[in-house]
Each structure stands twice: as C-alpha cells, then as structure tokens.
C-alpha cells in the first residue's frame, strides 16, 4: 500500500456506554497489536467467514451478522465511537458470530487475513474524498482492490456501495480490469435484497443523492 491513511483520526463524540464498551467487552475484539494471522477456526469454528471494512455505527452489519449465524463476519473499524456501539449491539443480541478488529484494515489484511480464505468482502460507503487533491486517500485503490480479491476464496464476493458517482465509476473501472475478479451484473449491481439500510445510506436518501452497488466475485 502506499502508506496514504484512507481516514483521519477524530476524537468524535462517544457515549460512556461505548466506551465502557470497548473495555468491558473486549472478548469480542480481536487483536490487531502484532498484525498477526487470524486463524479463523479459533473464533469461528468451521463457518464462512465475511469481511466488513468500515462497518460506522455497525447497525447494518449486526443486523446482517444476526440474519446469517451460520456465517462469520469480521469488521475493521478505527472510530472508538462505532466499535463500541457494535460491541454494545453483539452483547445485546447475544451474537456468537461476530468480531471486530480496532484497526486500519488497510494495515492488517495484509498479514492478518489468509490468501483464498474468505467467502465475501463487504464496503459500505467508503469514504469518497470528494477534493481531487485527496483521491490518493481513497480506500479503493488499484493495489488494495488485488489484494482484497487474493483474500476470497474462488466463488467469494466483493461488494461495494457508494453514493458518490464519480467515485464509483472510478471503482468500477478499476474491478473491471482486476484479472481475480469477474462482474456478476453488465456494470452497476441490483441492491442486494439482504443488506440493511445503513446510516450513510439514510443520510445519501435524505440529500437525494443515489447509491451506485458493485458486486464481483473471485474467479
């Protein structure tokens, strides 16, 4: 990677409960210290095995965890604020399915994440850096975008909604040319009938402002 971070740091408003969270139920964090290899059986038994890059508030993505127990899912996030609200949402529902890594994911999949051992990749509205002078932040650059489809499995799924037109036609241009990845649709996907609604996907609806989906698999 081109060491360009995808986000900035912000301190961001957290609740008491959140951050109580993130000490109290720290049993649902796996460690990013070391960037070592996550050996997935030890925390998901035999299940598939899902990623999600930048879950927010993660409501979607309990939501999503909760619908398909029979999957496990792994979300990368950096905000303090959403890591402790999706603790707060597993312990709720009592989840046994889902984990969270408190880290750039652009730092950790590399070595934390096995080649071919992934059923699907999920990144819900990326950060689109709008300012052509920040483009080179953007998370889904050529290099990121091979190296996640290393990490699937031949069948598994790359998935990416955005509300940013340019942006996406961007994406979309660098997934055609992916020789790991085909396209499951002529261009842009249909929405896929299991993912929620998502904050960003409220805030897209309410300033009238479309979403563009991508949906790929490993061949």
């Avoid at 850096?129 to 790359?158: D, M, N, T």
């Avoid at 993912?195 to 409220?202: G, K, L, V």
Wanted: hydrophobic residues 40%; glycine residues 6%.
């Amino acid at each position: 990677m081109n060491g360009i971070k995808s986000f900035v740091r912000r301190t961001g408003q957290i609740t008491r409960a959140q951050e109580r969270a993130i000490g109290e139920l720290s049993r649902y964090i796996i460690s990013s210290e070391e960037k070592e290899l996550i050996h997935f059986d030890t925390y998901f038994s035999k299940k598939n095995v899902v990623v999600e890059i930048g879950f927010g508030m993660g409501l979607a993505t309990y939501q999503i965890a909760q619908a398909n127990p029979q999957t496990g899912y792994l979300g990368f996030e950096v905000y303090p604020a959403g890591v402790g609200k999706l603790l707060l949402a597993i312990e709720e529902h009592q989840l046994k399915n889902l984990y969270i890594v408190q880290d750039d994911a652009v730092a950790c999949v590399p070595t934390m994440i096995a080649d071919a051992t992934l059923a699907g990749v999920h990144l819900f509205y990326p950060d689109p850096w709008p300012k052509k002078r920040h483009h080179k932040r953007r998370i889904l650059q050529k290099e990121f975008i091979h190296l996640l489809a290393s990490k699937l499995k031949v069948g598994g799924y790359l998935y990416i909604v955005t509300d940013w037109q340019e942006y996406a036609e961007e994406i979309l241009a660098r997934l055609m040319v992916e020789p790991l990845l085909k396209n499951r649709y002529d261009d842009y996907a249909e929405p896929q009938s299991w993912r929620p609604m998502t904050r960003f996907n409220e805030k897209a609806n309410e300033a009238g402002r479309s979403s563009w989906e991508l949906f790929f698999t490993r061949i």
